[in-house]
């Protein structure tokens, strides 16, 4: 809808590859994100998807390729200092910190943009003792923003499934992100609960202002909050293009039904 | 600093009131007991905030102990030409001086706090050194790594040299040359066994102390003999002021950002480091702070009336026994370790009449404490956190309880 050329690119991945021993996990991966935009990444079950979100984080360094955020180089960084850059994501098999209150865990997340010292904690100094106060109390709005202020002072283990995945997307805001990535975030919900994360995640992006790249299996979802999506198929990128063009595209279609005479898409899904 | 002040009462308390009023043998015990608390709680925050387990803890006592114990033996050698204690009051000059006369910190003490944080700063630059495996070993691994360390700490102070620790020596023998001068009988000399180049025997010289270069006799700490005659500076006021400040640094910690940086990497390495905790540094700040704690109380140890400073301090026993505290508090509860640290100190003194099934009950505990509390008995709680005490209210609750061990990444 919106012509991309007066905004600035957040992200530029230029044809990343990675490869475990003889398997090519992504093959020159390439992508753009311009500030503002909500991308999908779709691909049948071990197309290489996560592996794009761990090279873009530095959980793995690509064997060749570029990547630069905010128009600076990040391919070899290390995840913490790429988060610090301004990428945050959450985890397919959510990784929550489980012991820890809930409102810690996002406290965490509000670590990296700390300034103050080891000693200036130790000795309260007041300035300290402000910038503590001031995650806690960004901690808070975020956890009211989920729903989740009630349960601030719970472990994060024990909440219910649904609220871990929005916990982790608010430990990701926290870090105060320009990108951020979500694999995955309506796995495991009811029908319900997943048109409820839609409307969150479009109020996320409008909120805190966002560049969103959504790892999704759930085709409704991602065809309906998506501008744009990349499909990824053995670690190819087979087609990219706005959700309806996606949607008819028969490289698309092949890979997700394999066989030319299974009834659609959802069902395909619906076996992976 | 509030609660800095109360530690210095509190301290001051125990030297003070208690001591005079509960006997010798009770003293020493509550003496121990202090010390334990602050190795507990120093160990408690590598292995229970940031989930590294270091078996090698009492290398770090050691080493602190050792430094310290040089820093006061040779330091007094120097400055008073004697071994014996300056202190004051606080801590506990012998009897034999009339307390009105006595200041309540004397000279010899503050030779002995700096010999504490000297004891501190060396044990935290070997922290440093054996933070840095902890960023490439897990779990395991790094239990073997830290427990060599122990081990090598060990080894190394018994191959210090055994013969060099001064001696007093007739003044002829050192000063063959010069008129002794009216009262002196005696000076302290360390012994050089040298070669006799002409008739290729050996025999032993004589130096004065204070001719010797300190760095020549640096290592010599006793060797498989022990360390003795190390001053005893150690009082209830000192260990309990360093056992406040422990306690008080670990609650700042946990309290802080950092120590939520600290627990995340216990909780989920992979996680921590993608909200942006830079875990390598801290994992080696862990181990840092943890080592300077340990030394401080290895300082506390070596000065310690009754306490032969020796290599098995560093040995795995010892080691084993803060592991003990930490495990059965719960891994990253202060105020469990604080427990932990006394039971385990009574215990063996309540079971003195059979000393031989102390290691059996150790064993046991520990096995009993995997199975029913895996995660100690507070985990990572603190004793006055409502979780617990729900906990202990639907008793036999059902919790998942499952083991997360730091193994696995
Ligand atoms: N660390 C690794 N070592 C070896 N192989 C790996 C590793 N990580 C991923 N792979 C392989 O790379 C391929 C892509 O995996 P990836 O997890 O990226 O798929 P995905 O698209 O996220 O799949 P899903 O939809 O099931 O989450 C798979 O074949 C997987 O087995
Ligand atoms: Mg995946």
Same mark, same amino acid.
């Given at each position: ?129 402000? &910038? ?51 694999? &995955? ?68 279609? &092949? ?18 | ?76 050698? $120097?400055?008073?030409?004697? $071994? ?51 960023? $490439? ?141 830079? *875990? *390598? ?22 000065? *310690? ?88 209210? $639907?008793?036999? @609750? ?7 061990? @730091?193994?696995?990444?």
């Amino acid at each position: 809808m919106t012509s991309s050329g007066r905004r600035s690119d957040v992200l530029r991945v230029q044809s990343i590859s990675k490869s475990f021993g003889g398997l090519k996990a992504v093959q020159d991966f390439s992508l753009t994100l311009c500030e503002g935009d909500l991308k999908g990444l779709i691909g049948p079950n071990g197309a290489g998807k996560t592996t794009v979100f761990n090279l873009l984080t530095g959980v793995y360094k690509p064997d060749s390729g570029a990547i630069s955020l905010s128009d600076a180089e990040v391919a070899g960084l290390r995840p913490n200092q790429i988060c610090r850059q301004g990428m945050a994501r959450t985890f397919q098999n959510i990784r929550l910190f489980g012991e820890l209150p809930v409102l810690d865990n996002v406290r965490l997340g509000t670590h990296v943009r700390a300034h103050q010292t080891l000693l200036g904690a130790a000795m309260r100094s007041p300035f300290s003792v402000g &910038e503590e106060r001031a995650m806690t109390a960004r901690a808070r709005d975020l956890l009211a923003f989920f729903g989740l202020e009630g349960r601030a002072e719970e472990q994060a283990r024990n909440l219910p499934y649904g609220d871990q995945r929005k916990l982790e997307i608010a430990r990701a805001l926290a870090t105060s992100p320009k990108v951020l990535l979500l694999d &995955e975030p309506a796995a495991g919900m009811n029908s319900g609960e997943k048109v409820a994360l839609r409307d969150l995640i479009r109020r996320v992006q409008t909120t805190f202002g966002v560049t969103i790249l959504l790892i999704e299996h759930d085709m409704g979802l991602v065809m309906d909050i998506c501008q744009r999506i990349t499909v990824i198929d053995y670690g190819v990128t087979i087609a990219e293009g706005p959700p309806e063009a996606i949607q008819n595209d028969p490289k698309v279609i &092949e890979a997700y039904l394999g066989a030319p005479d299974e009834p659609s898409v959802e069902q395909g899904v619906a076996r992976a | 600093m509030l609660p800095l002040l109360i530690g210095l009462v509190f301290a001051a308390v125990m030297q003070l009131v208690v001591k005079p009023n509960i006997g010798d043998y009770p003293a020493k015990l509550v003496l121990d007991i202090g010390i334990a608390i602050s190795l507990a709680v120093s160990l408690t925050m590598v292995n229970g905030f940031t989930g590294q387990f270091s078996m090698g803890h009492a290398g770090f006592l050691a080493v602190g102990g050792y430094a310290a114990g040089i820093v006061t033996y040779y330091g007094s050698q $120097r400055i008073w030409g004697d $071994r014996a204690t300056h202190g004051g009051i606080l801590s506990g000059r012998p009897l034999a001086i009339d307390p009105a006369t006595l200041p309540l910190v004397g000279h010899g003490d503050w030779l002995f706090l700096a010999a504490l944080v000297v004891g501190g700063l060396v044990a935290a630059l070997l922290g440093f050194l054996v933070g840095l495996p902890s960023l $490439r070993l897990k779990g395991d691994y790094l239990a073997i790594v830290t427990l060599g360390f122990g081990e090598i700490v060990r080894v190394m102070i018994q191959q210090t040299n055994a013969t060099l620790k001064p001696q007093d020596i007739a003044w002829e023998e050192v000063y063959p040359a010069l008129p002794r001068p009216a009262g002196v009988e005696a000076v302290a000399s360390y012994a050089f066994d040298v070669i006799d180049p002409a008739t290729k025997l050996g025999r032993t010289v004589y130096q004065a102390v204070s001719d010797t270069p300190a760095w020549d006799v640096l290592t010599h700490v006793g060797g498989s003999l022990g360390f003795t005659g190390i001053p005893k500076y150690t009082s209830l006021f000192w260990v309990y002021i360093v056992a406040s400040i422990t306690i008080f640094a670990a609650f700042r910690l946990k309290q802080s950002t950092f120590g939520r940086a600290f627990l995340s990497i216990r909780e989920d390495e992979v996680a921590a480091e993608a909200m942006g905790v830079n *875990t *390598t540094r801290y994992k080696v700040w862990a181990f840092v702070i943890s080592a300077f704690f340990a030394g401080v109380a290895g300082g506390l140890f070596a000065h *310690t009336l009754g306490v032969g400073l020796s290599a098995e301090t560093a040995g795995f026993l010892k080691s084993f026994d803060i592991i003990i505290m930490v495990v059965l508090g719960g891994l990253g509860s202060i105020s469990g370790a604080v427990i932990a640290a006394v039971v385990v100190t009574v215990l063996p003194e309540a079971l003195r009449d059979i000393p031989q099934y102390r290691l059996i009950i150790y064993a046991l505990a520990l096995i009993l404490i995997m199975i029913f509390r895996p995660k100690g008995l507070l985990g990572t709680h603190e004793i006055w956190d409502r979780a617990v005490w729900k906990r202990v209210r $639907r008793r036999g @609750g059902s919790e998942p309880g499952k083991a997360k061990g @730091g193994s696995s990444p």
